[in-house]
């Protein structure tokens, strides 16, 4: 059953899916403990990423069903371990403030790229330290994996600085509440077609590859990358569609001490 491609491609939808409430229910649970709770999180949670990178390192070296399975929940490991770090606040950038009112342009650019220097810094080492990983491997979809949810993240992020009219703050937790005042919601610009055209093209190329892939491991890595950018280009359209996303996961956290209110969720 593993060795259909259309159950690879639902497998991909659960697991981001799962991964996404997973660290959000870690972190709305830190949110409600001690102040340590988020360090303490991040901390314990460090052999995920070490599973990640074996597991990426381990999986490179042939090219078959059971590698390509491997590589791509590992790719996810590591992301989701710098996710987790950036939302409890361990690793996001030198500037941790909100905005001021009277700041516009490269300066407000610059200022909110300083709340997220080091994250970004960490996304781009560990894209780099996978290439590297895998570059030369007969499996490379865990490399393309983590540039998937690489491109998305940035197109993401720039869509959430200029503008969209649809922006959730429902997760945002307690250690990045400085982040909403750089956030703009109003008219779509530029940056939000090119986004979505890139990676609906994107989408297209993989599902292309999936149709003429000539071996099962080739066809179940092309559905789960063809998955994985067809869900990034819907999470940008859902910042321009009014629709209740959040609820996805909202059923299994627990309650907030303070309630927020938002309609999507792009994190």
């Known amino acids: 059953m593993m060795a259909s491609p259309w159950i690879a491609a ?62 791509f929940i590992s790719a996810l ?8 770090a950036f939302l409890a606040g361990i690793i996001t950038g030198p500037e941790r403030t909100i905005c001021p009112n009277d700041i516009k342009g490269w300066d407000k650019f610059y200022r909110a ?19 590297i990983i895998c570059t030369n491997g007969a499996n490379t979809f865990g490399m393309w994996t ?26 945002v937790p307690k250690p990045l509440e400085h982040l909403k005042s750089y956030f703009t919601q109003g008219r779509i610009t530029i940056a939000f077609p090119i986004g979505v055209t890139f990676l609906s093209f994107a989408t297209a190329c993989f599902a292309e590859r999936w149709t003429v892939s000539e071996t099962s491991a080739q066809a179940i890595g092309f559905a789960l990358l063809t998955s994985m950018a067809a869900l990034a280009t819907i999470e940008h359209w859902l910042m321009v569609v009014p629709l209740p996303d959040a609820k996805l996961w909202r059923w299994m956290l627990p309650t907030p001490n303070t309630a927020k209110t938002g309609d999507n969720h792009e994190l």
């Open 10 to 71: 639902l497998l991909a939808i659960f697991t981001w899916w799962f991964f996404t409430g997973a660290i959000l229910l870690v972190v709305r649970t830190s949110d409600s403990g001690k102040e340590v709770a988020h360090g303490r999180s991040v901390f314990l949670s460090i052999p995920i990423a070490a599973l990640g990178v074996a597991g990426l390192v381990i999986s490179t070296a042939e090219l078959n069903t059971v590698n390509v399975y491997i590589s």
């Open 113 to 131: 790229y300083s709340t997220l220097m080091h994250h970004e810094l960490l996304l781009a080492g560990s894209m780099l330290v996978i290439v």
């Open 146 to 171: 983590y540039l998937i949810l690489f491109v998305a993240r940035i197109s993401a992020k720039l869509n959430l600085f200029f503008g969209v009219p649809q922006i959730n703050t429902e997760f």
């Open 77 to 84: 490991l590591v992301w989701g371990w710098i996710e987790l």
